[in-house]
T-cell receptor, first 116, second 114 residues
Framework: DAGITQSPRHKVTETGTPVTLRCHQT?????MYWYRQDPGHGLRLIHY???????DKGEVSDGYSVSRSKTEDFLLTLESATSSQTSVYFCAISESAGSSYNSPLHFGNGTRLTVT | AQSVAQPEDQVNVAEGNPLTVKCTYSVSGNPYLFWYVQYPNRGLQFLLK??????LVKGSYGFEAEFNKSQTSFHLKKPSALVSDSALYFC????????????FGTGTRLLVSP
């Protein structure tokens, strides 16, 4: 398995509180991604990063922010959690992202977040 | 915009029988196609990909997939199913502009009975 660690693995929080999820990689890959997985929707991209301090929005970015101050760490923050953000969150990494596609996405084991 | 359809929520097959998990896609230009598998409480694992070349792609654990451009399909197949193949399978498609445009299907649960 690719060296990807997500923390925490489970979290329960209350509506309106801030939450930060962490993704740590040991592969030195340039690209990192945050997805959420919901029944009936598959996986949807929240934000991604193409280098230190370089990030961009994905398909479902509203209510989320990210930061990447080091190659190995990619943080996802819910500024004020809502019940609609209850989901399983996955971090993924890839060595390349362009037309070569020599390195597919590798996923962490996920964080299950419940917002009450 | 690209999209993926996995028409079956669940596929049931007996161990030893061949299995097929269906996927159709829509994308502008040439597609990059992927299959991933997810076991309980784990992240997705890469199975195989089609970028260009032979329409039949072989991947991990004995799986293969056939790219059919005219039918815009990329069905996942295995000649002889194992109970351990039981899992959630995702098809994904992207144009050649990068993973930020990668779109996943809703997943198909494969249940292989002994």
């Amino acid at each position: 398995d690719a060296g990807i660690t997500q923390s925490p693995r489970h979290k329960v929080t209350e509506t309106g509180t801030p939450v930060t999820l962490r993704c740590h990689q040991t592969e030195n890959h340039r690209y990192m991604y945050w997805y959420r997985q919901d029944p009936g929707h598959g996986l949807r991209l929240i934000h991604y990063s193409y280098g230190v301090k370089d990030t961009d929005k994905g398909e479902v970015s509203d209510g989320y922010s990210v930061s990447r101050s080091k190659t190995e760490d990619f943080l996802l923050t819910l500024e004020s959690a809502t019940s609609s953000q209850t989901s399983v969150y996955f971090c993924a990494i890839s060595e390349s992202a362009g037309s070569s596609y020599n390195s597919p996405l590798h996923f962490g084991n996920g964080t299950r977040l419940t917002v009450t | 915009a690209q999209s993926v359809a996995q028409p079956e929520d669940q596929v049931n097959v007996a161990e030893g029988n061949p299995l097929t998990v269906k996927c159709t896609y829509s994308v502008s230009g040439n597609p990059y196609l992927f299959w991933y598998v997810q076991y309980p409480n784990r992240g997705l694992q890469f199975l195989l990909k089609y970028i260009t070349g032979d329409n039949l792609v072989k991947g991990s654990y004995g799986f293969e997939a056939e790219f059919n451009k005219s039918q815009t399909s990329f069905h996942l197949k295995k000649p002889s199913a194992l109970v351990s193949d039981s899992a959630l399978y995702f098809c994904a498609v992207s144009p050649n502009t990068g993973f930020q445009k990668l779109v996943f299907g809703t997943g198909t649960r494969l249940l292989v009975s002994p």
